[in-house]
């Protein structure tokens, strides 16, 4: 089956969109506890049913993905996929529990060309925040723009000054590697900085929006998120790179820190992102 780019974009739009209605449908029930998944973590019925919302578009069109979710695990849409998606129902779960529908939280859902792709083949990126009702958009080549109230609005990183003093940095708070960070640097040397606990997804997109810096966040859990708001950054023209101090997009997804925690850094320029891994990141 033949599938080309903007088809592969309506359709990741209107997936996103029925996991809000699904998210909206819920609402109390969305937070009962279902089971836990395959990290350990504890998922409730928004989780599952954000992703399910998501597979069942697929399923209806018969787009031929192979789908790697945090909840459902591998499930190829169609017996003979050509491309890889990536998918988490509920990013920020934690927030979901004590603030549904207030707080920061997000589907996010993305699709790479081919089964064994690199970060730089996504084709799509799509980041749903649900409170807020915007959803991110990213296509190769195409830019990224904010989809609200029936407008596409196009998102650019705003330009950010060299590393400094008032240098705003998240960084995340779930390792021991990312708490000593904080603790030991980011809180001393950059006092505007935040050990963040919310999800992936709400830091990614304030440095899309400007609100923050910088992003620091070690792989963990298959790099749902990463691999998803990838495609987002660079539309929107910020950069991710490794503890090598090269971009993300030539590591394949399937083995980048997969078995090890490594830092990420998301930055609004090249030179930020390495200024921090210079002072930040290496000097620890």
Known sequence: MKVNLEKLQKEVVVALFKALETHDLLGIKGEEIVQK????????????????????????????????????????????PQFLGILDGIDGSAIYKIARSKGRYSTMFGIFQGLNPKYKDYLISGIMEHATKRLFVASRGKGAWLIKNNQNLPIKIPQTDPLNRKTKIYIDNYLEAEKNIYRDILSKKFPNS????????????????????????????????????????????????????????????????????????????QKLAKQILKEVILRK
């Open 194 to 269: 935040c050990n963040d606990t919310s999800g992936s997804s709400t830091n990614y997109l304030d440095v899309i929006l400007g609100a923050y810096d910088a992003y620091i966040e070690y792989t963990k859990k298959q790099n749902l998120e990463k691999a998803v708001a990838y495609g987002l950054i660079k539309e929107a023209g910020g950069v991710m790179i490794g503890i090598n101090g090269n971009d993300l997009g030539s590591a394949k997804y399937f083995e980048f820190g997969q078995k090890e925690a490594v830092p990420v850094i998301t930055a609004a320029t």
């Open 37 to 80: 998944n395959q990290f350990g973590d504890v998922a409730v019925r928004a989780d599952i049913e954000a992703e399910n919302a998501v597979l069942n578009h697929l399923k209806s069109i018969e787009i031929p993905v192979r789908v790697i979710s945090e909840e459902h695990g591998q499930v190829d849409i169609t017996p003979h």
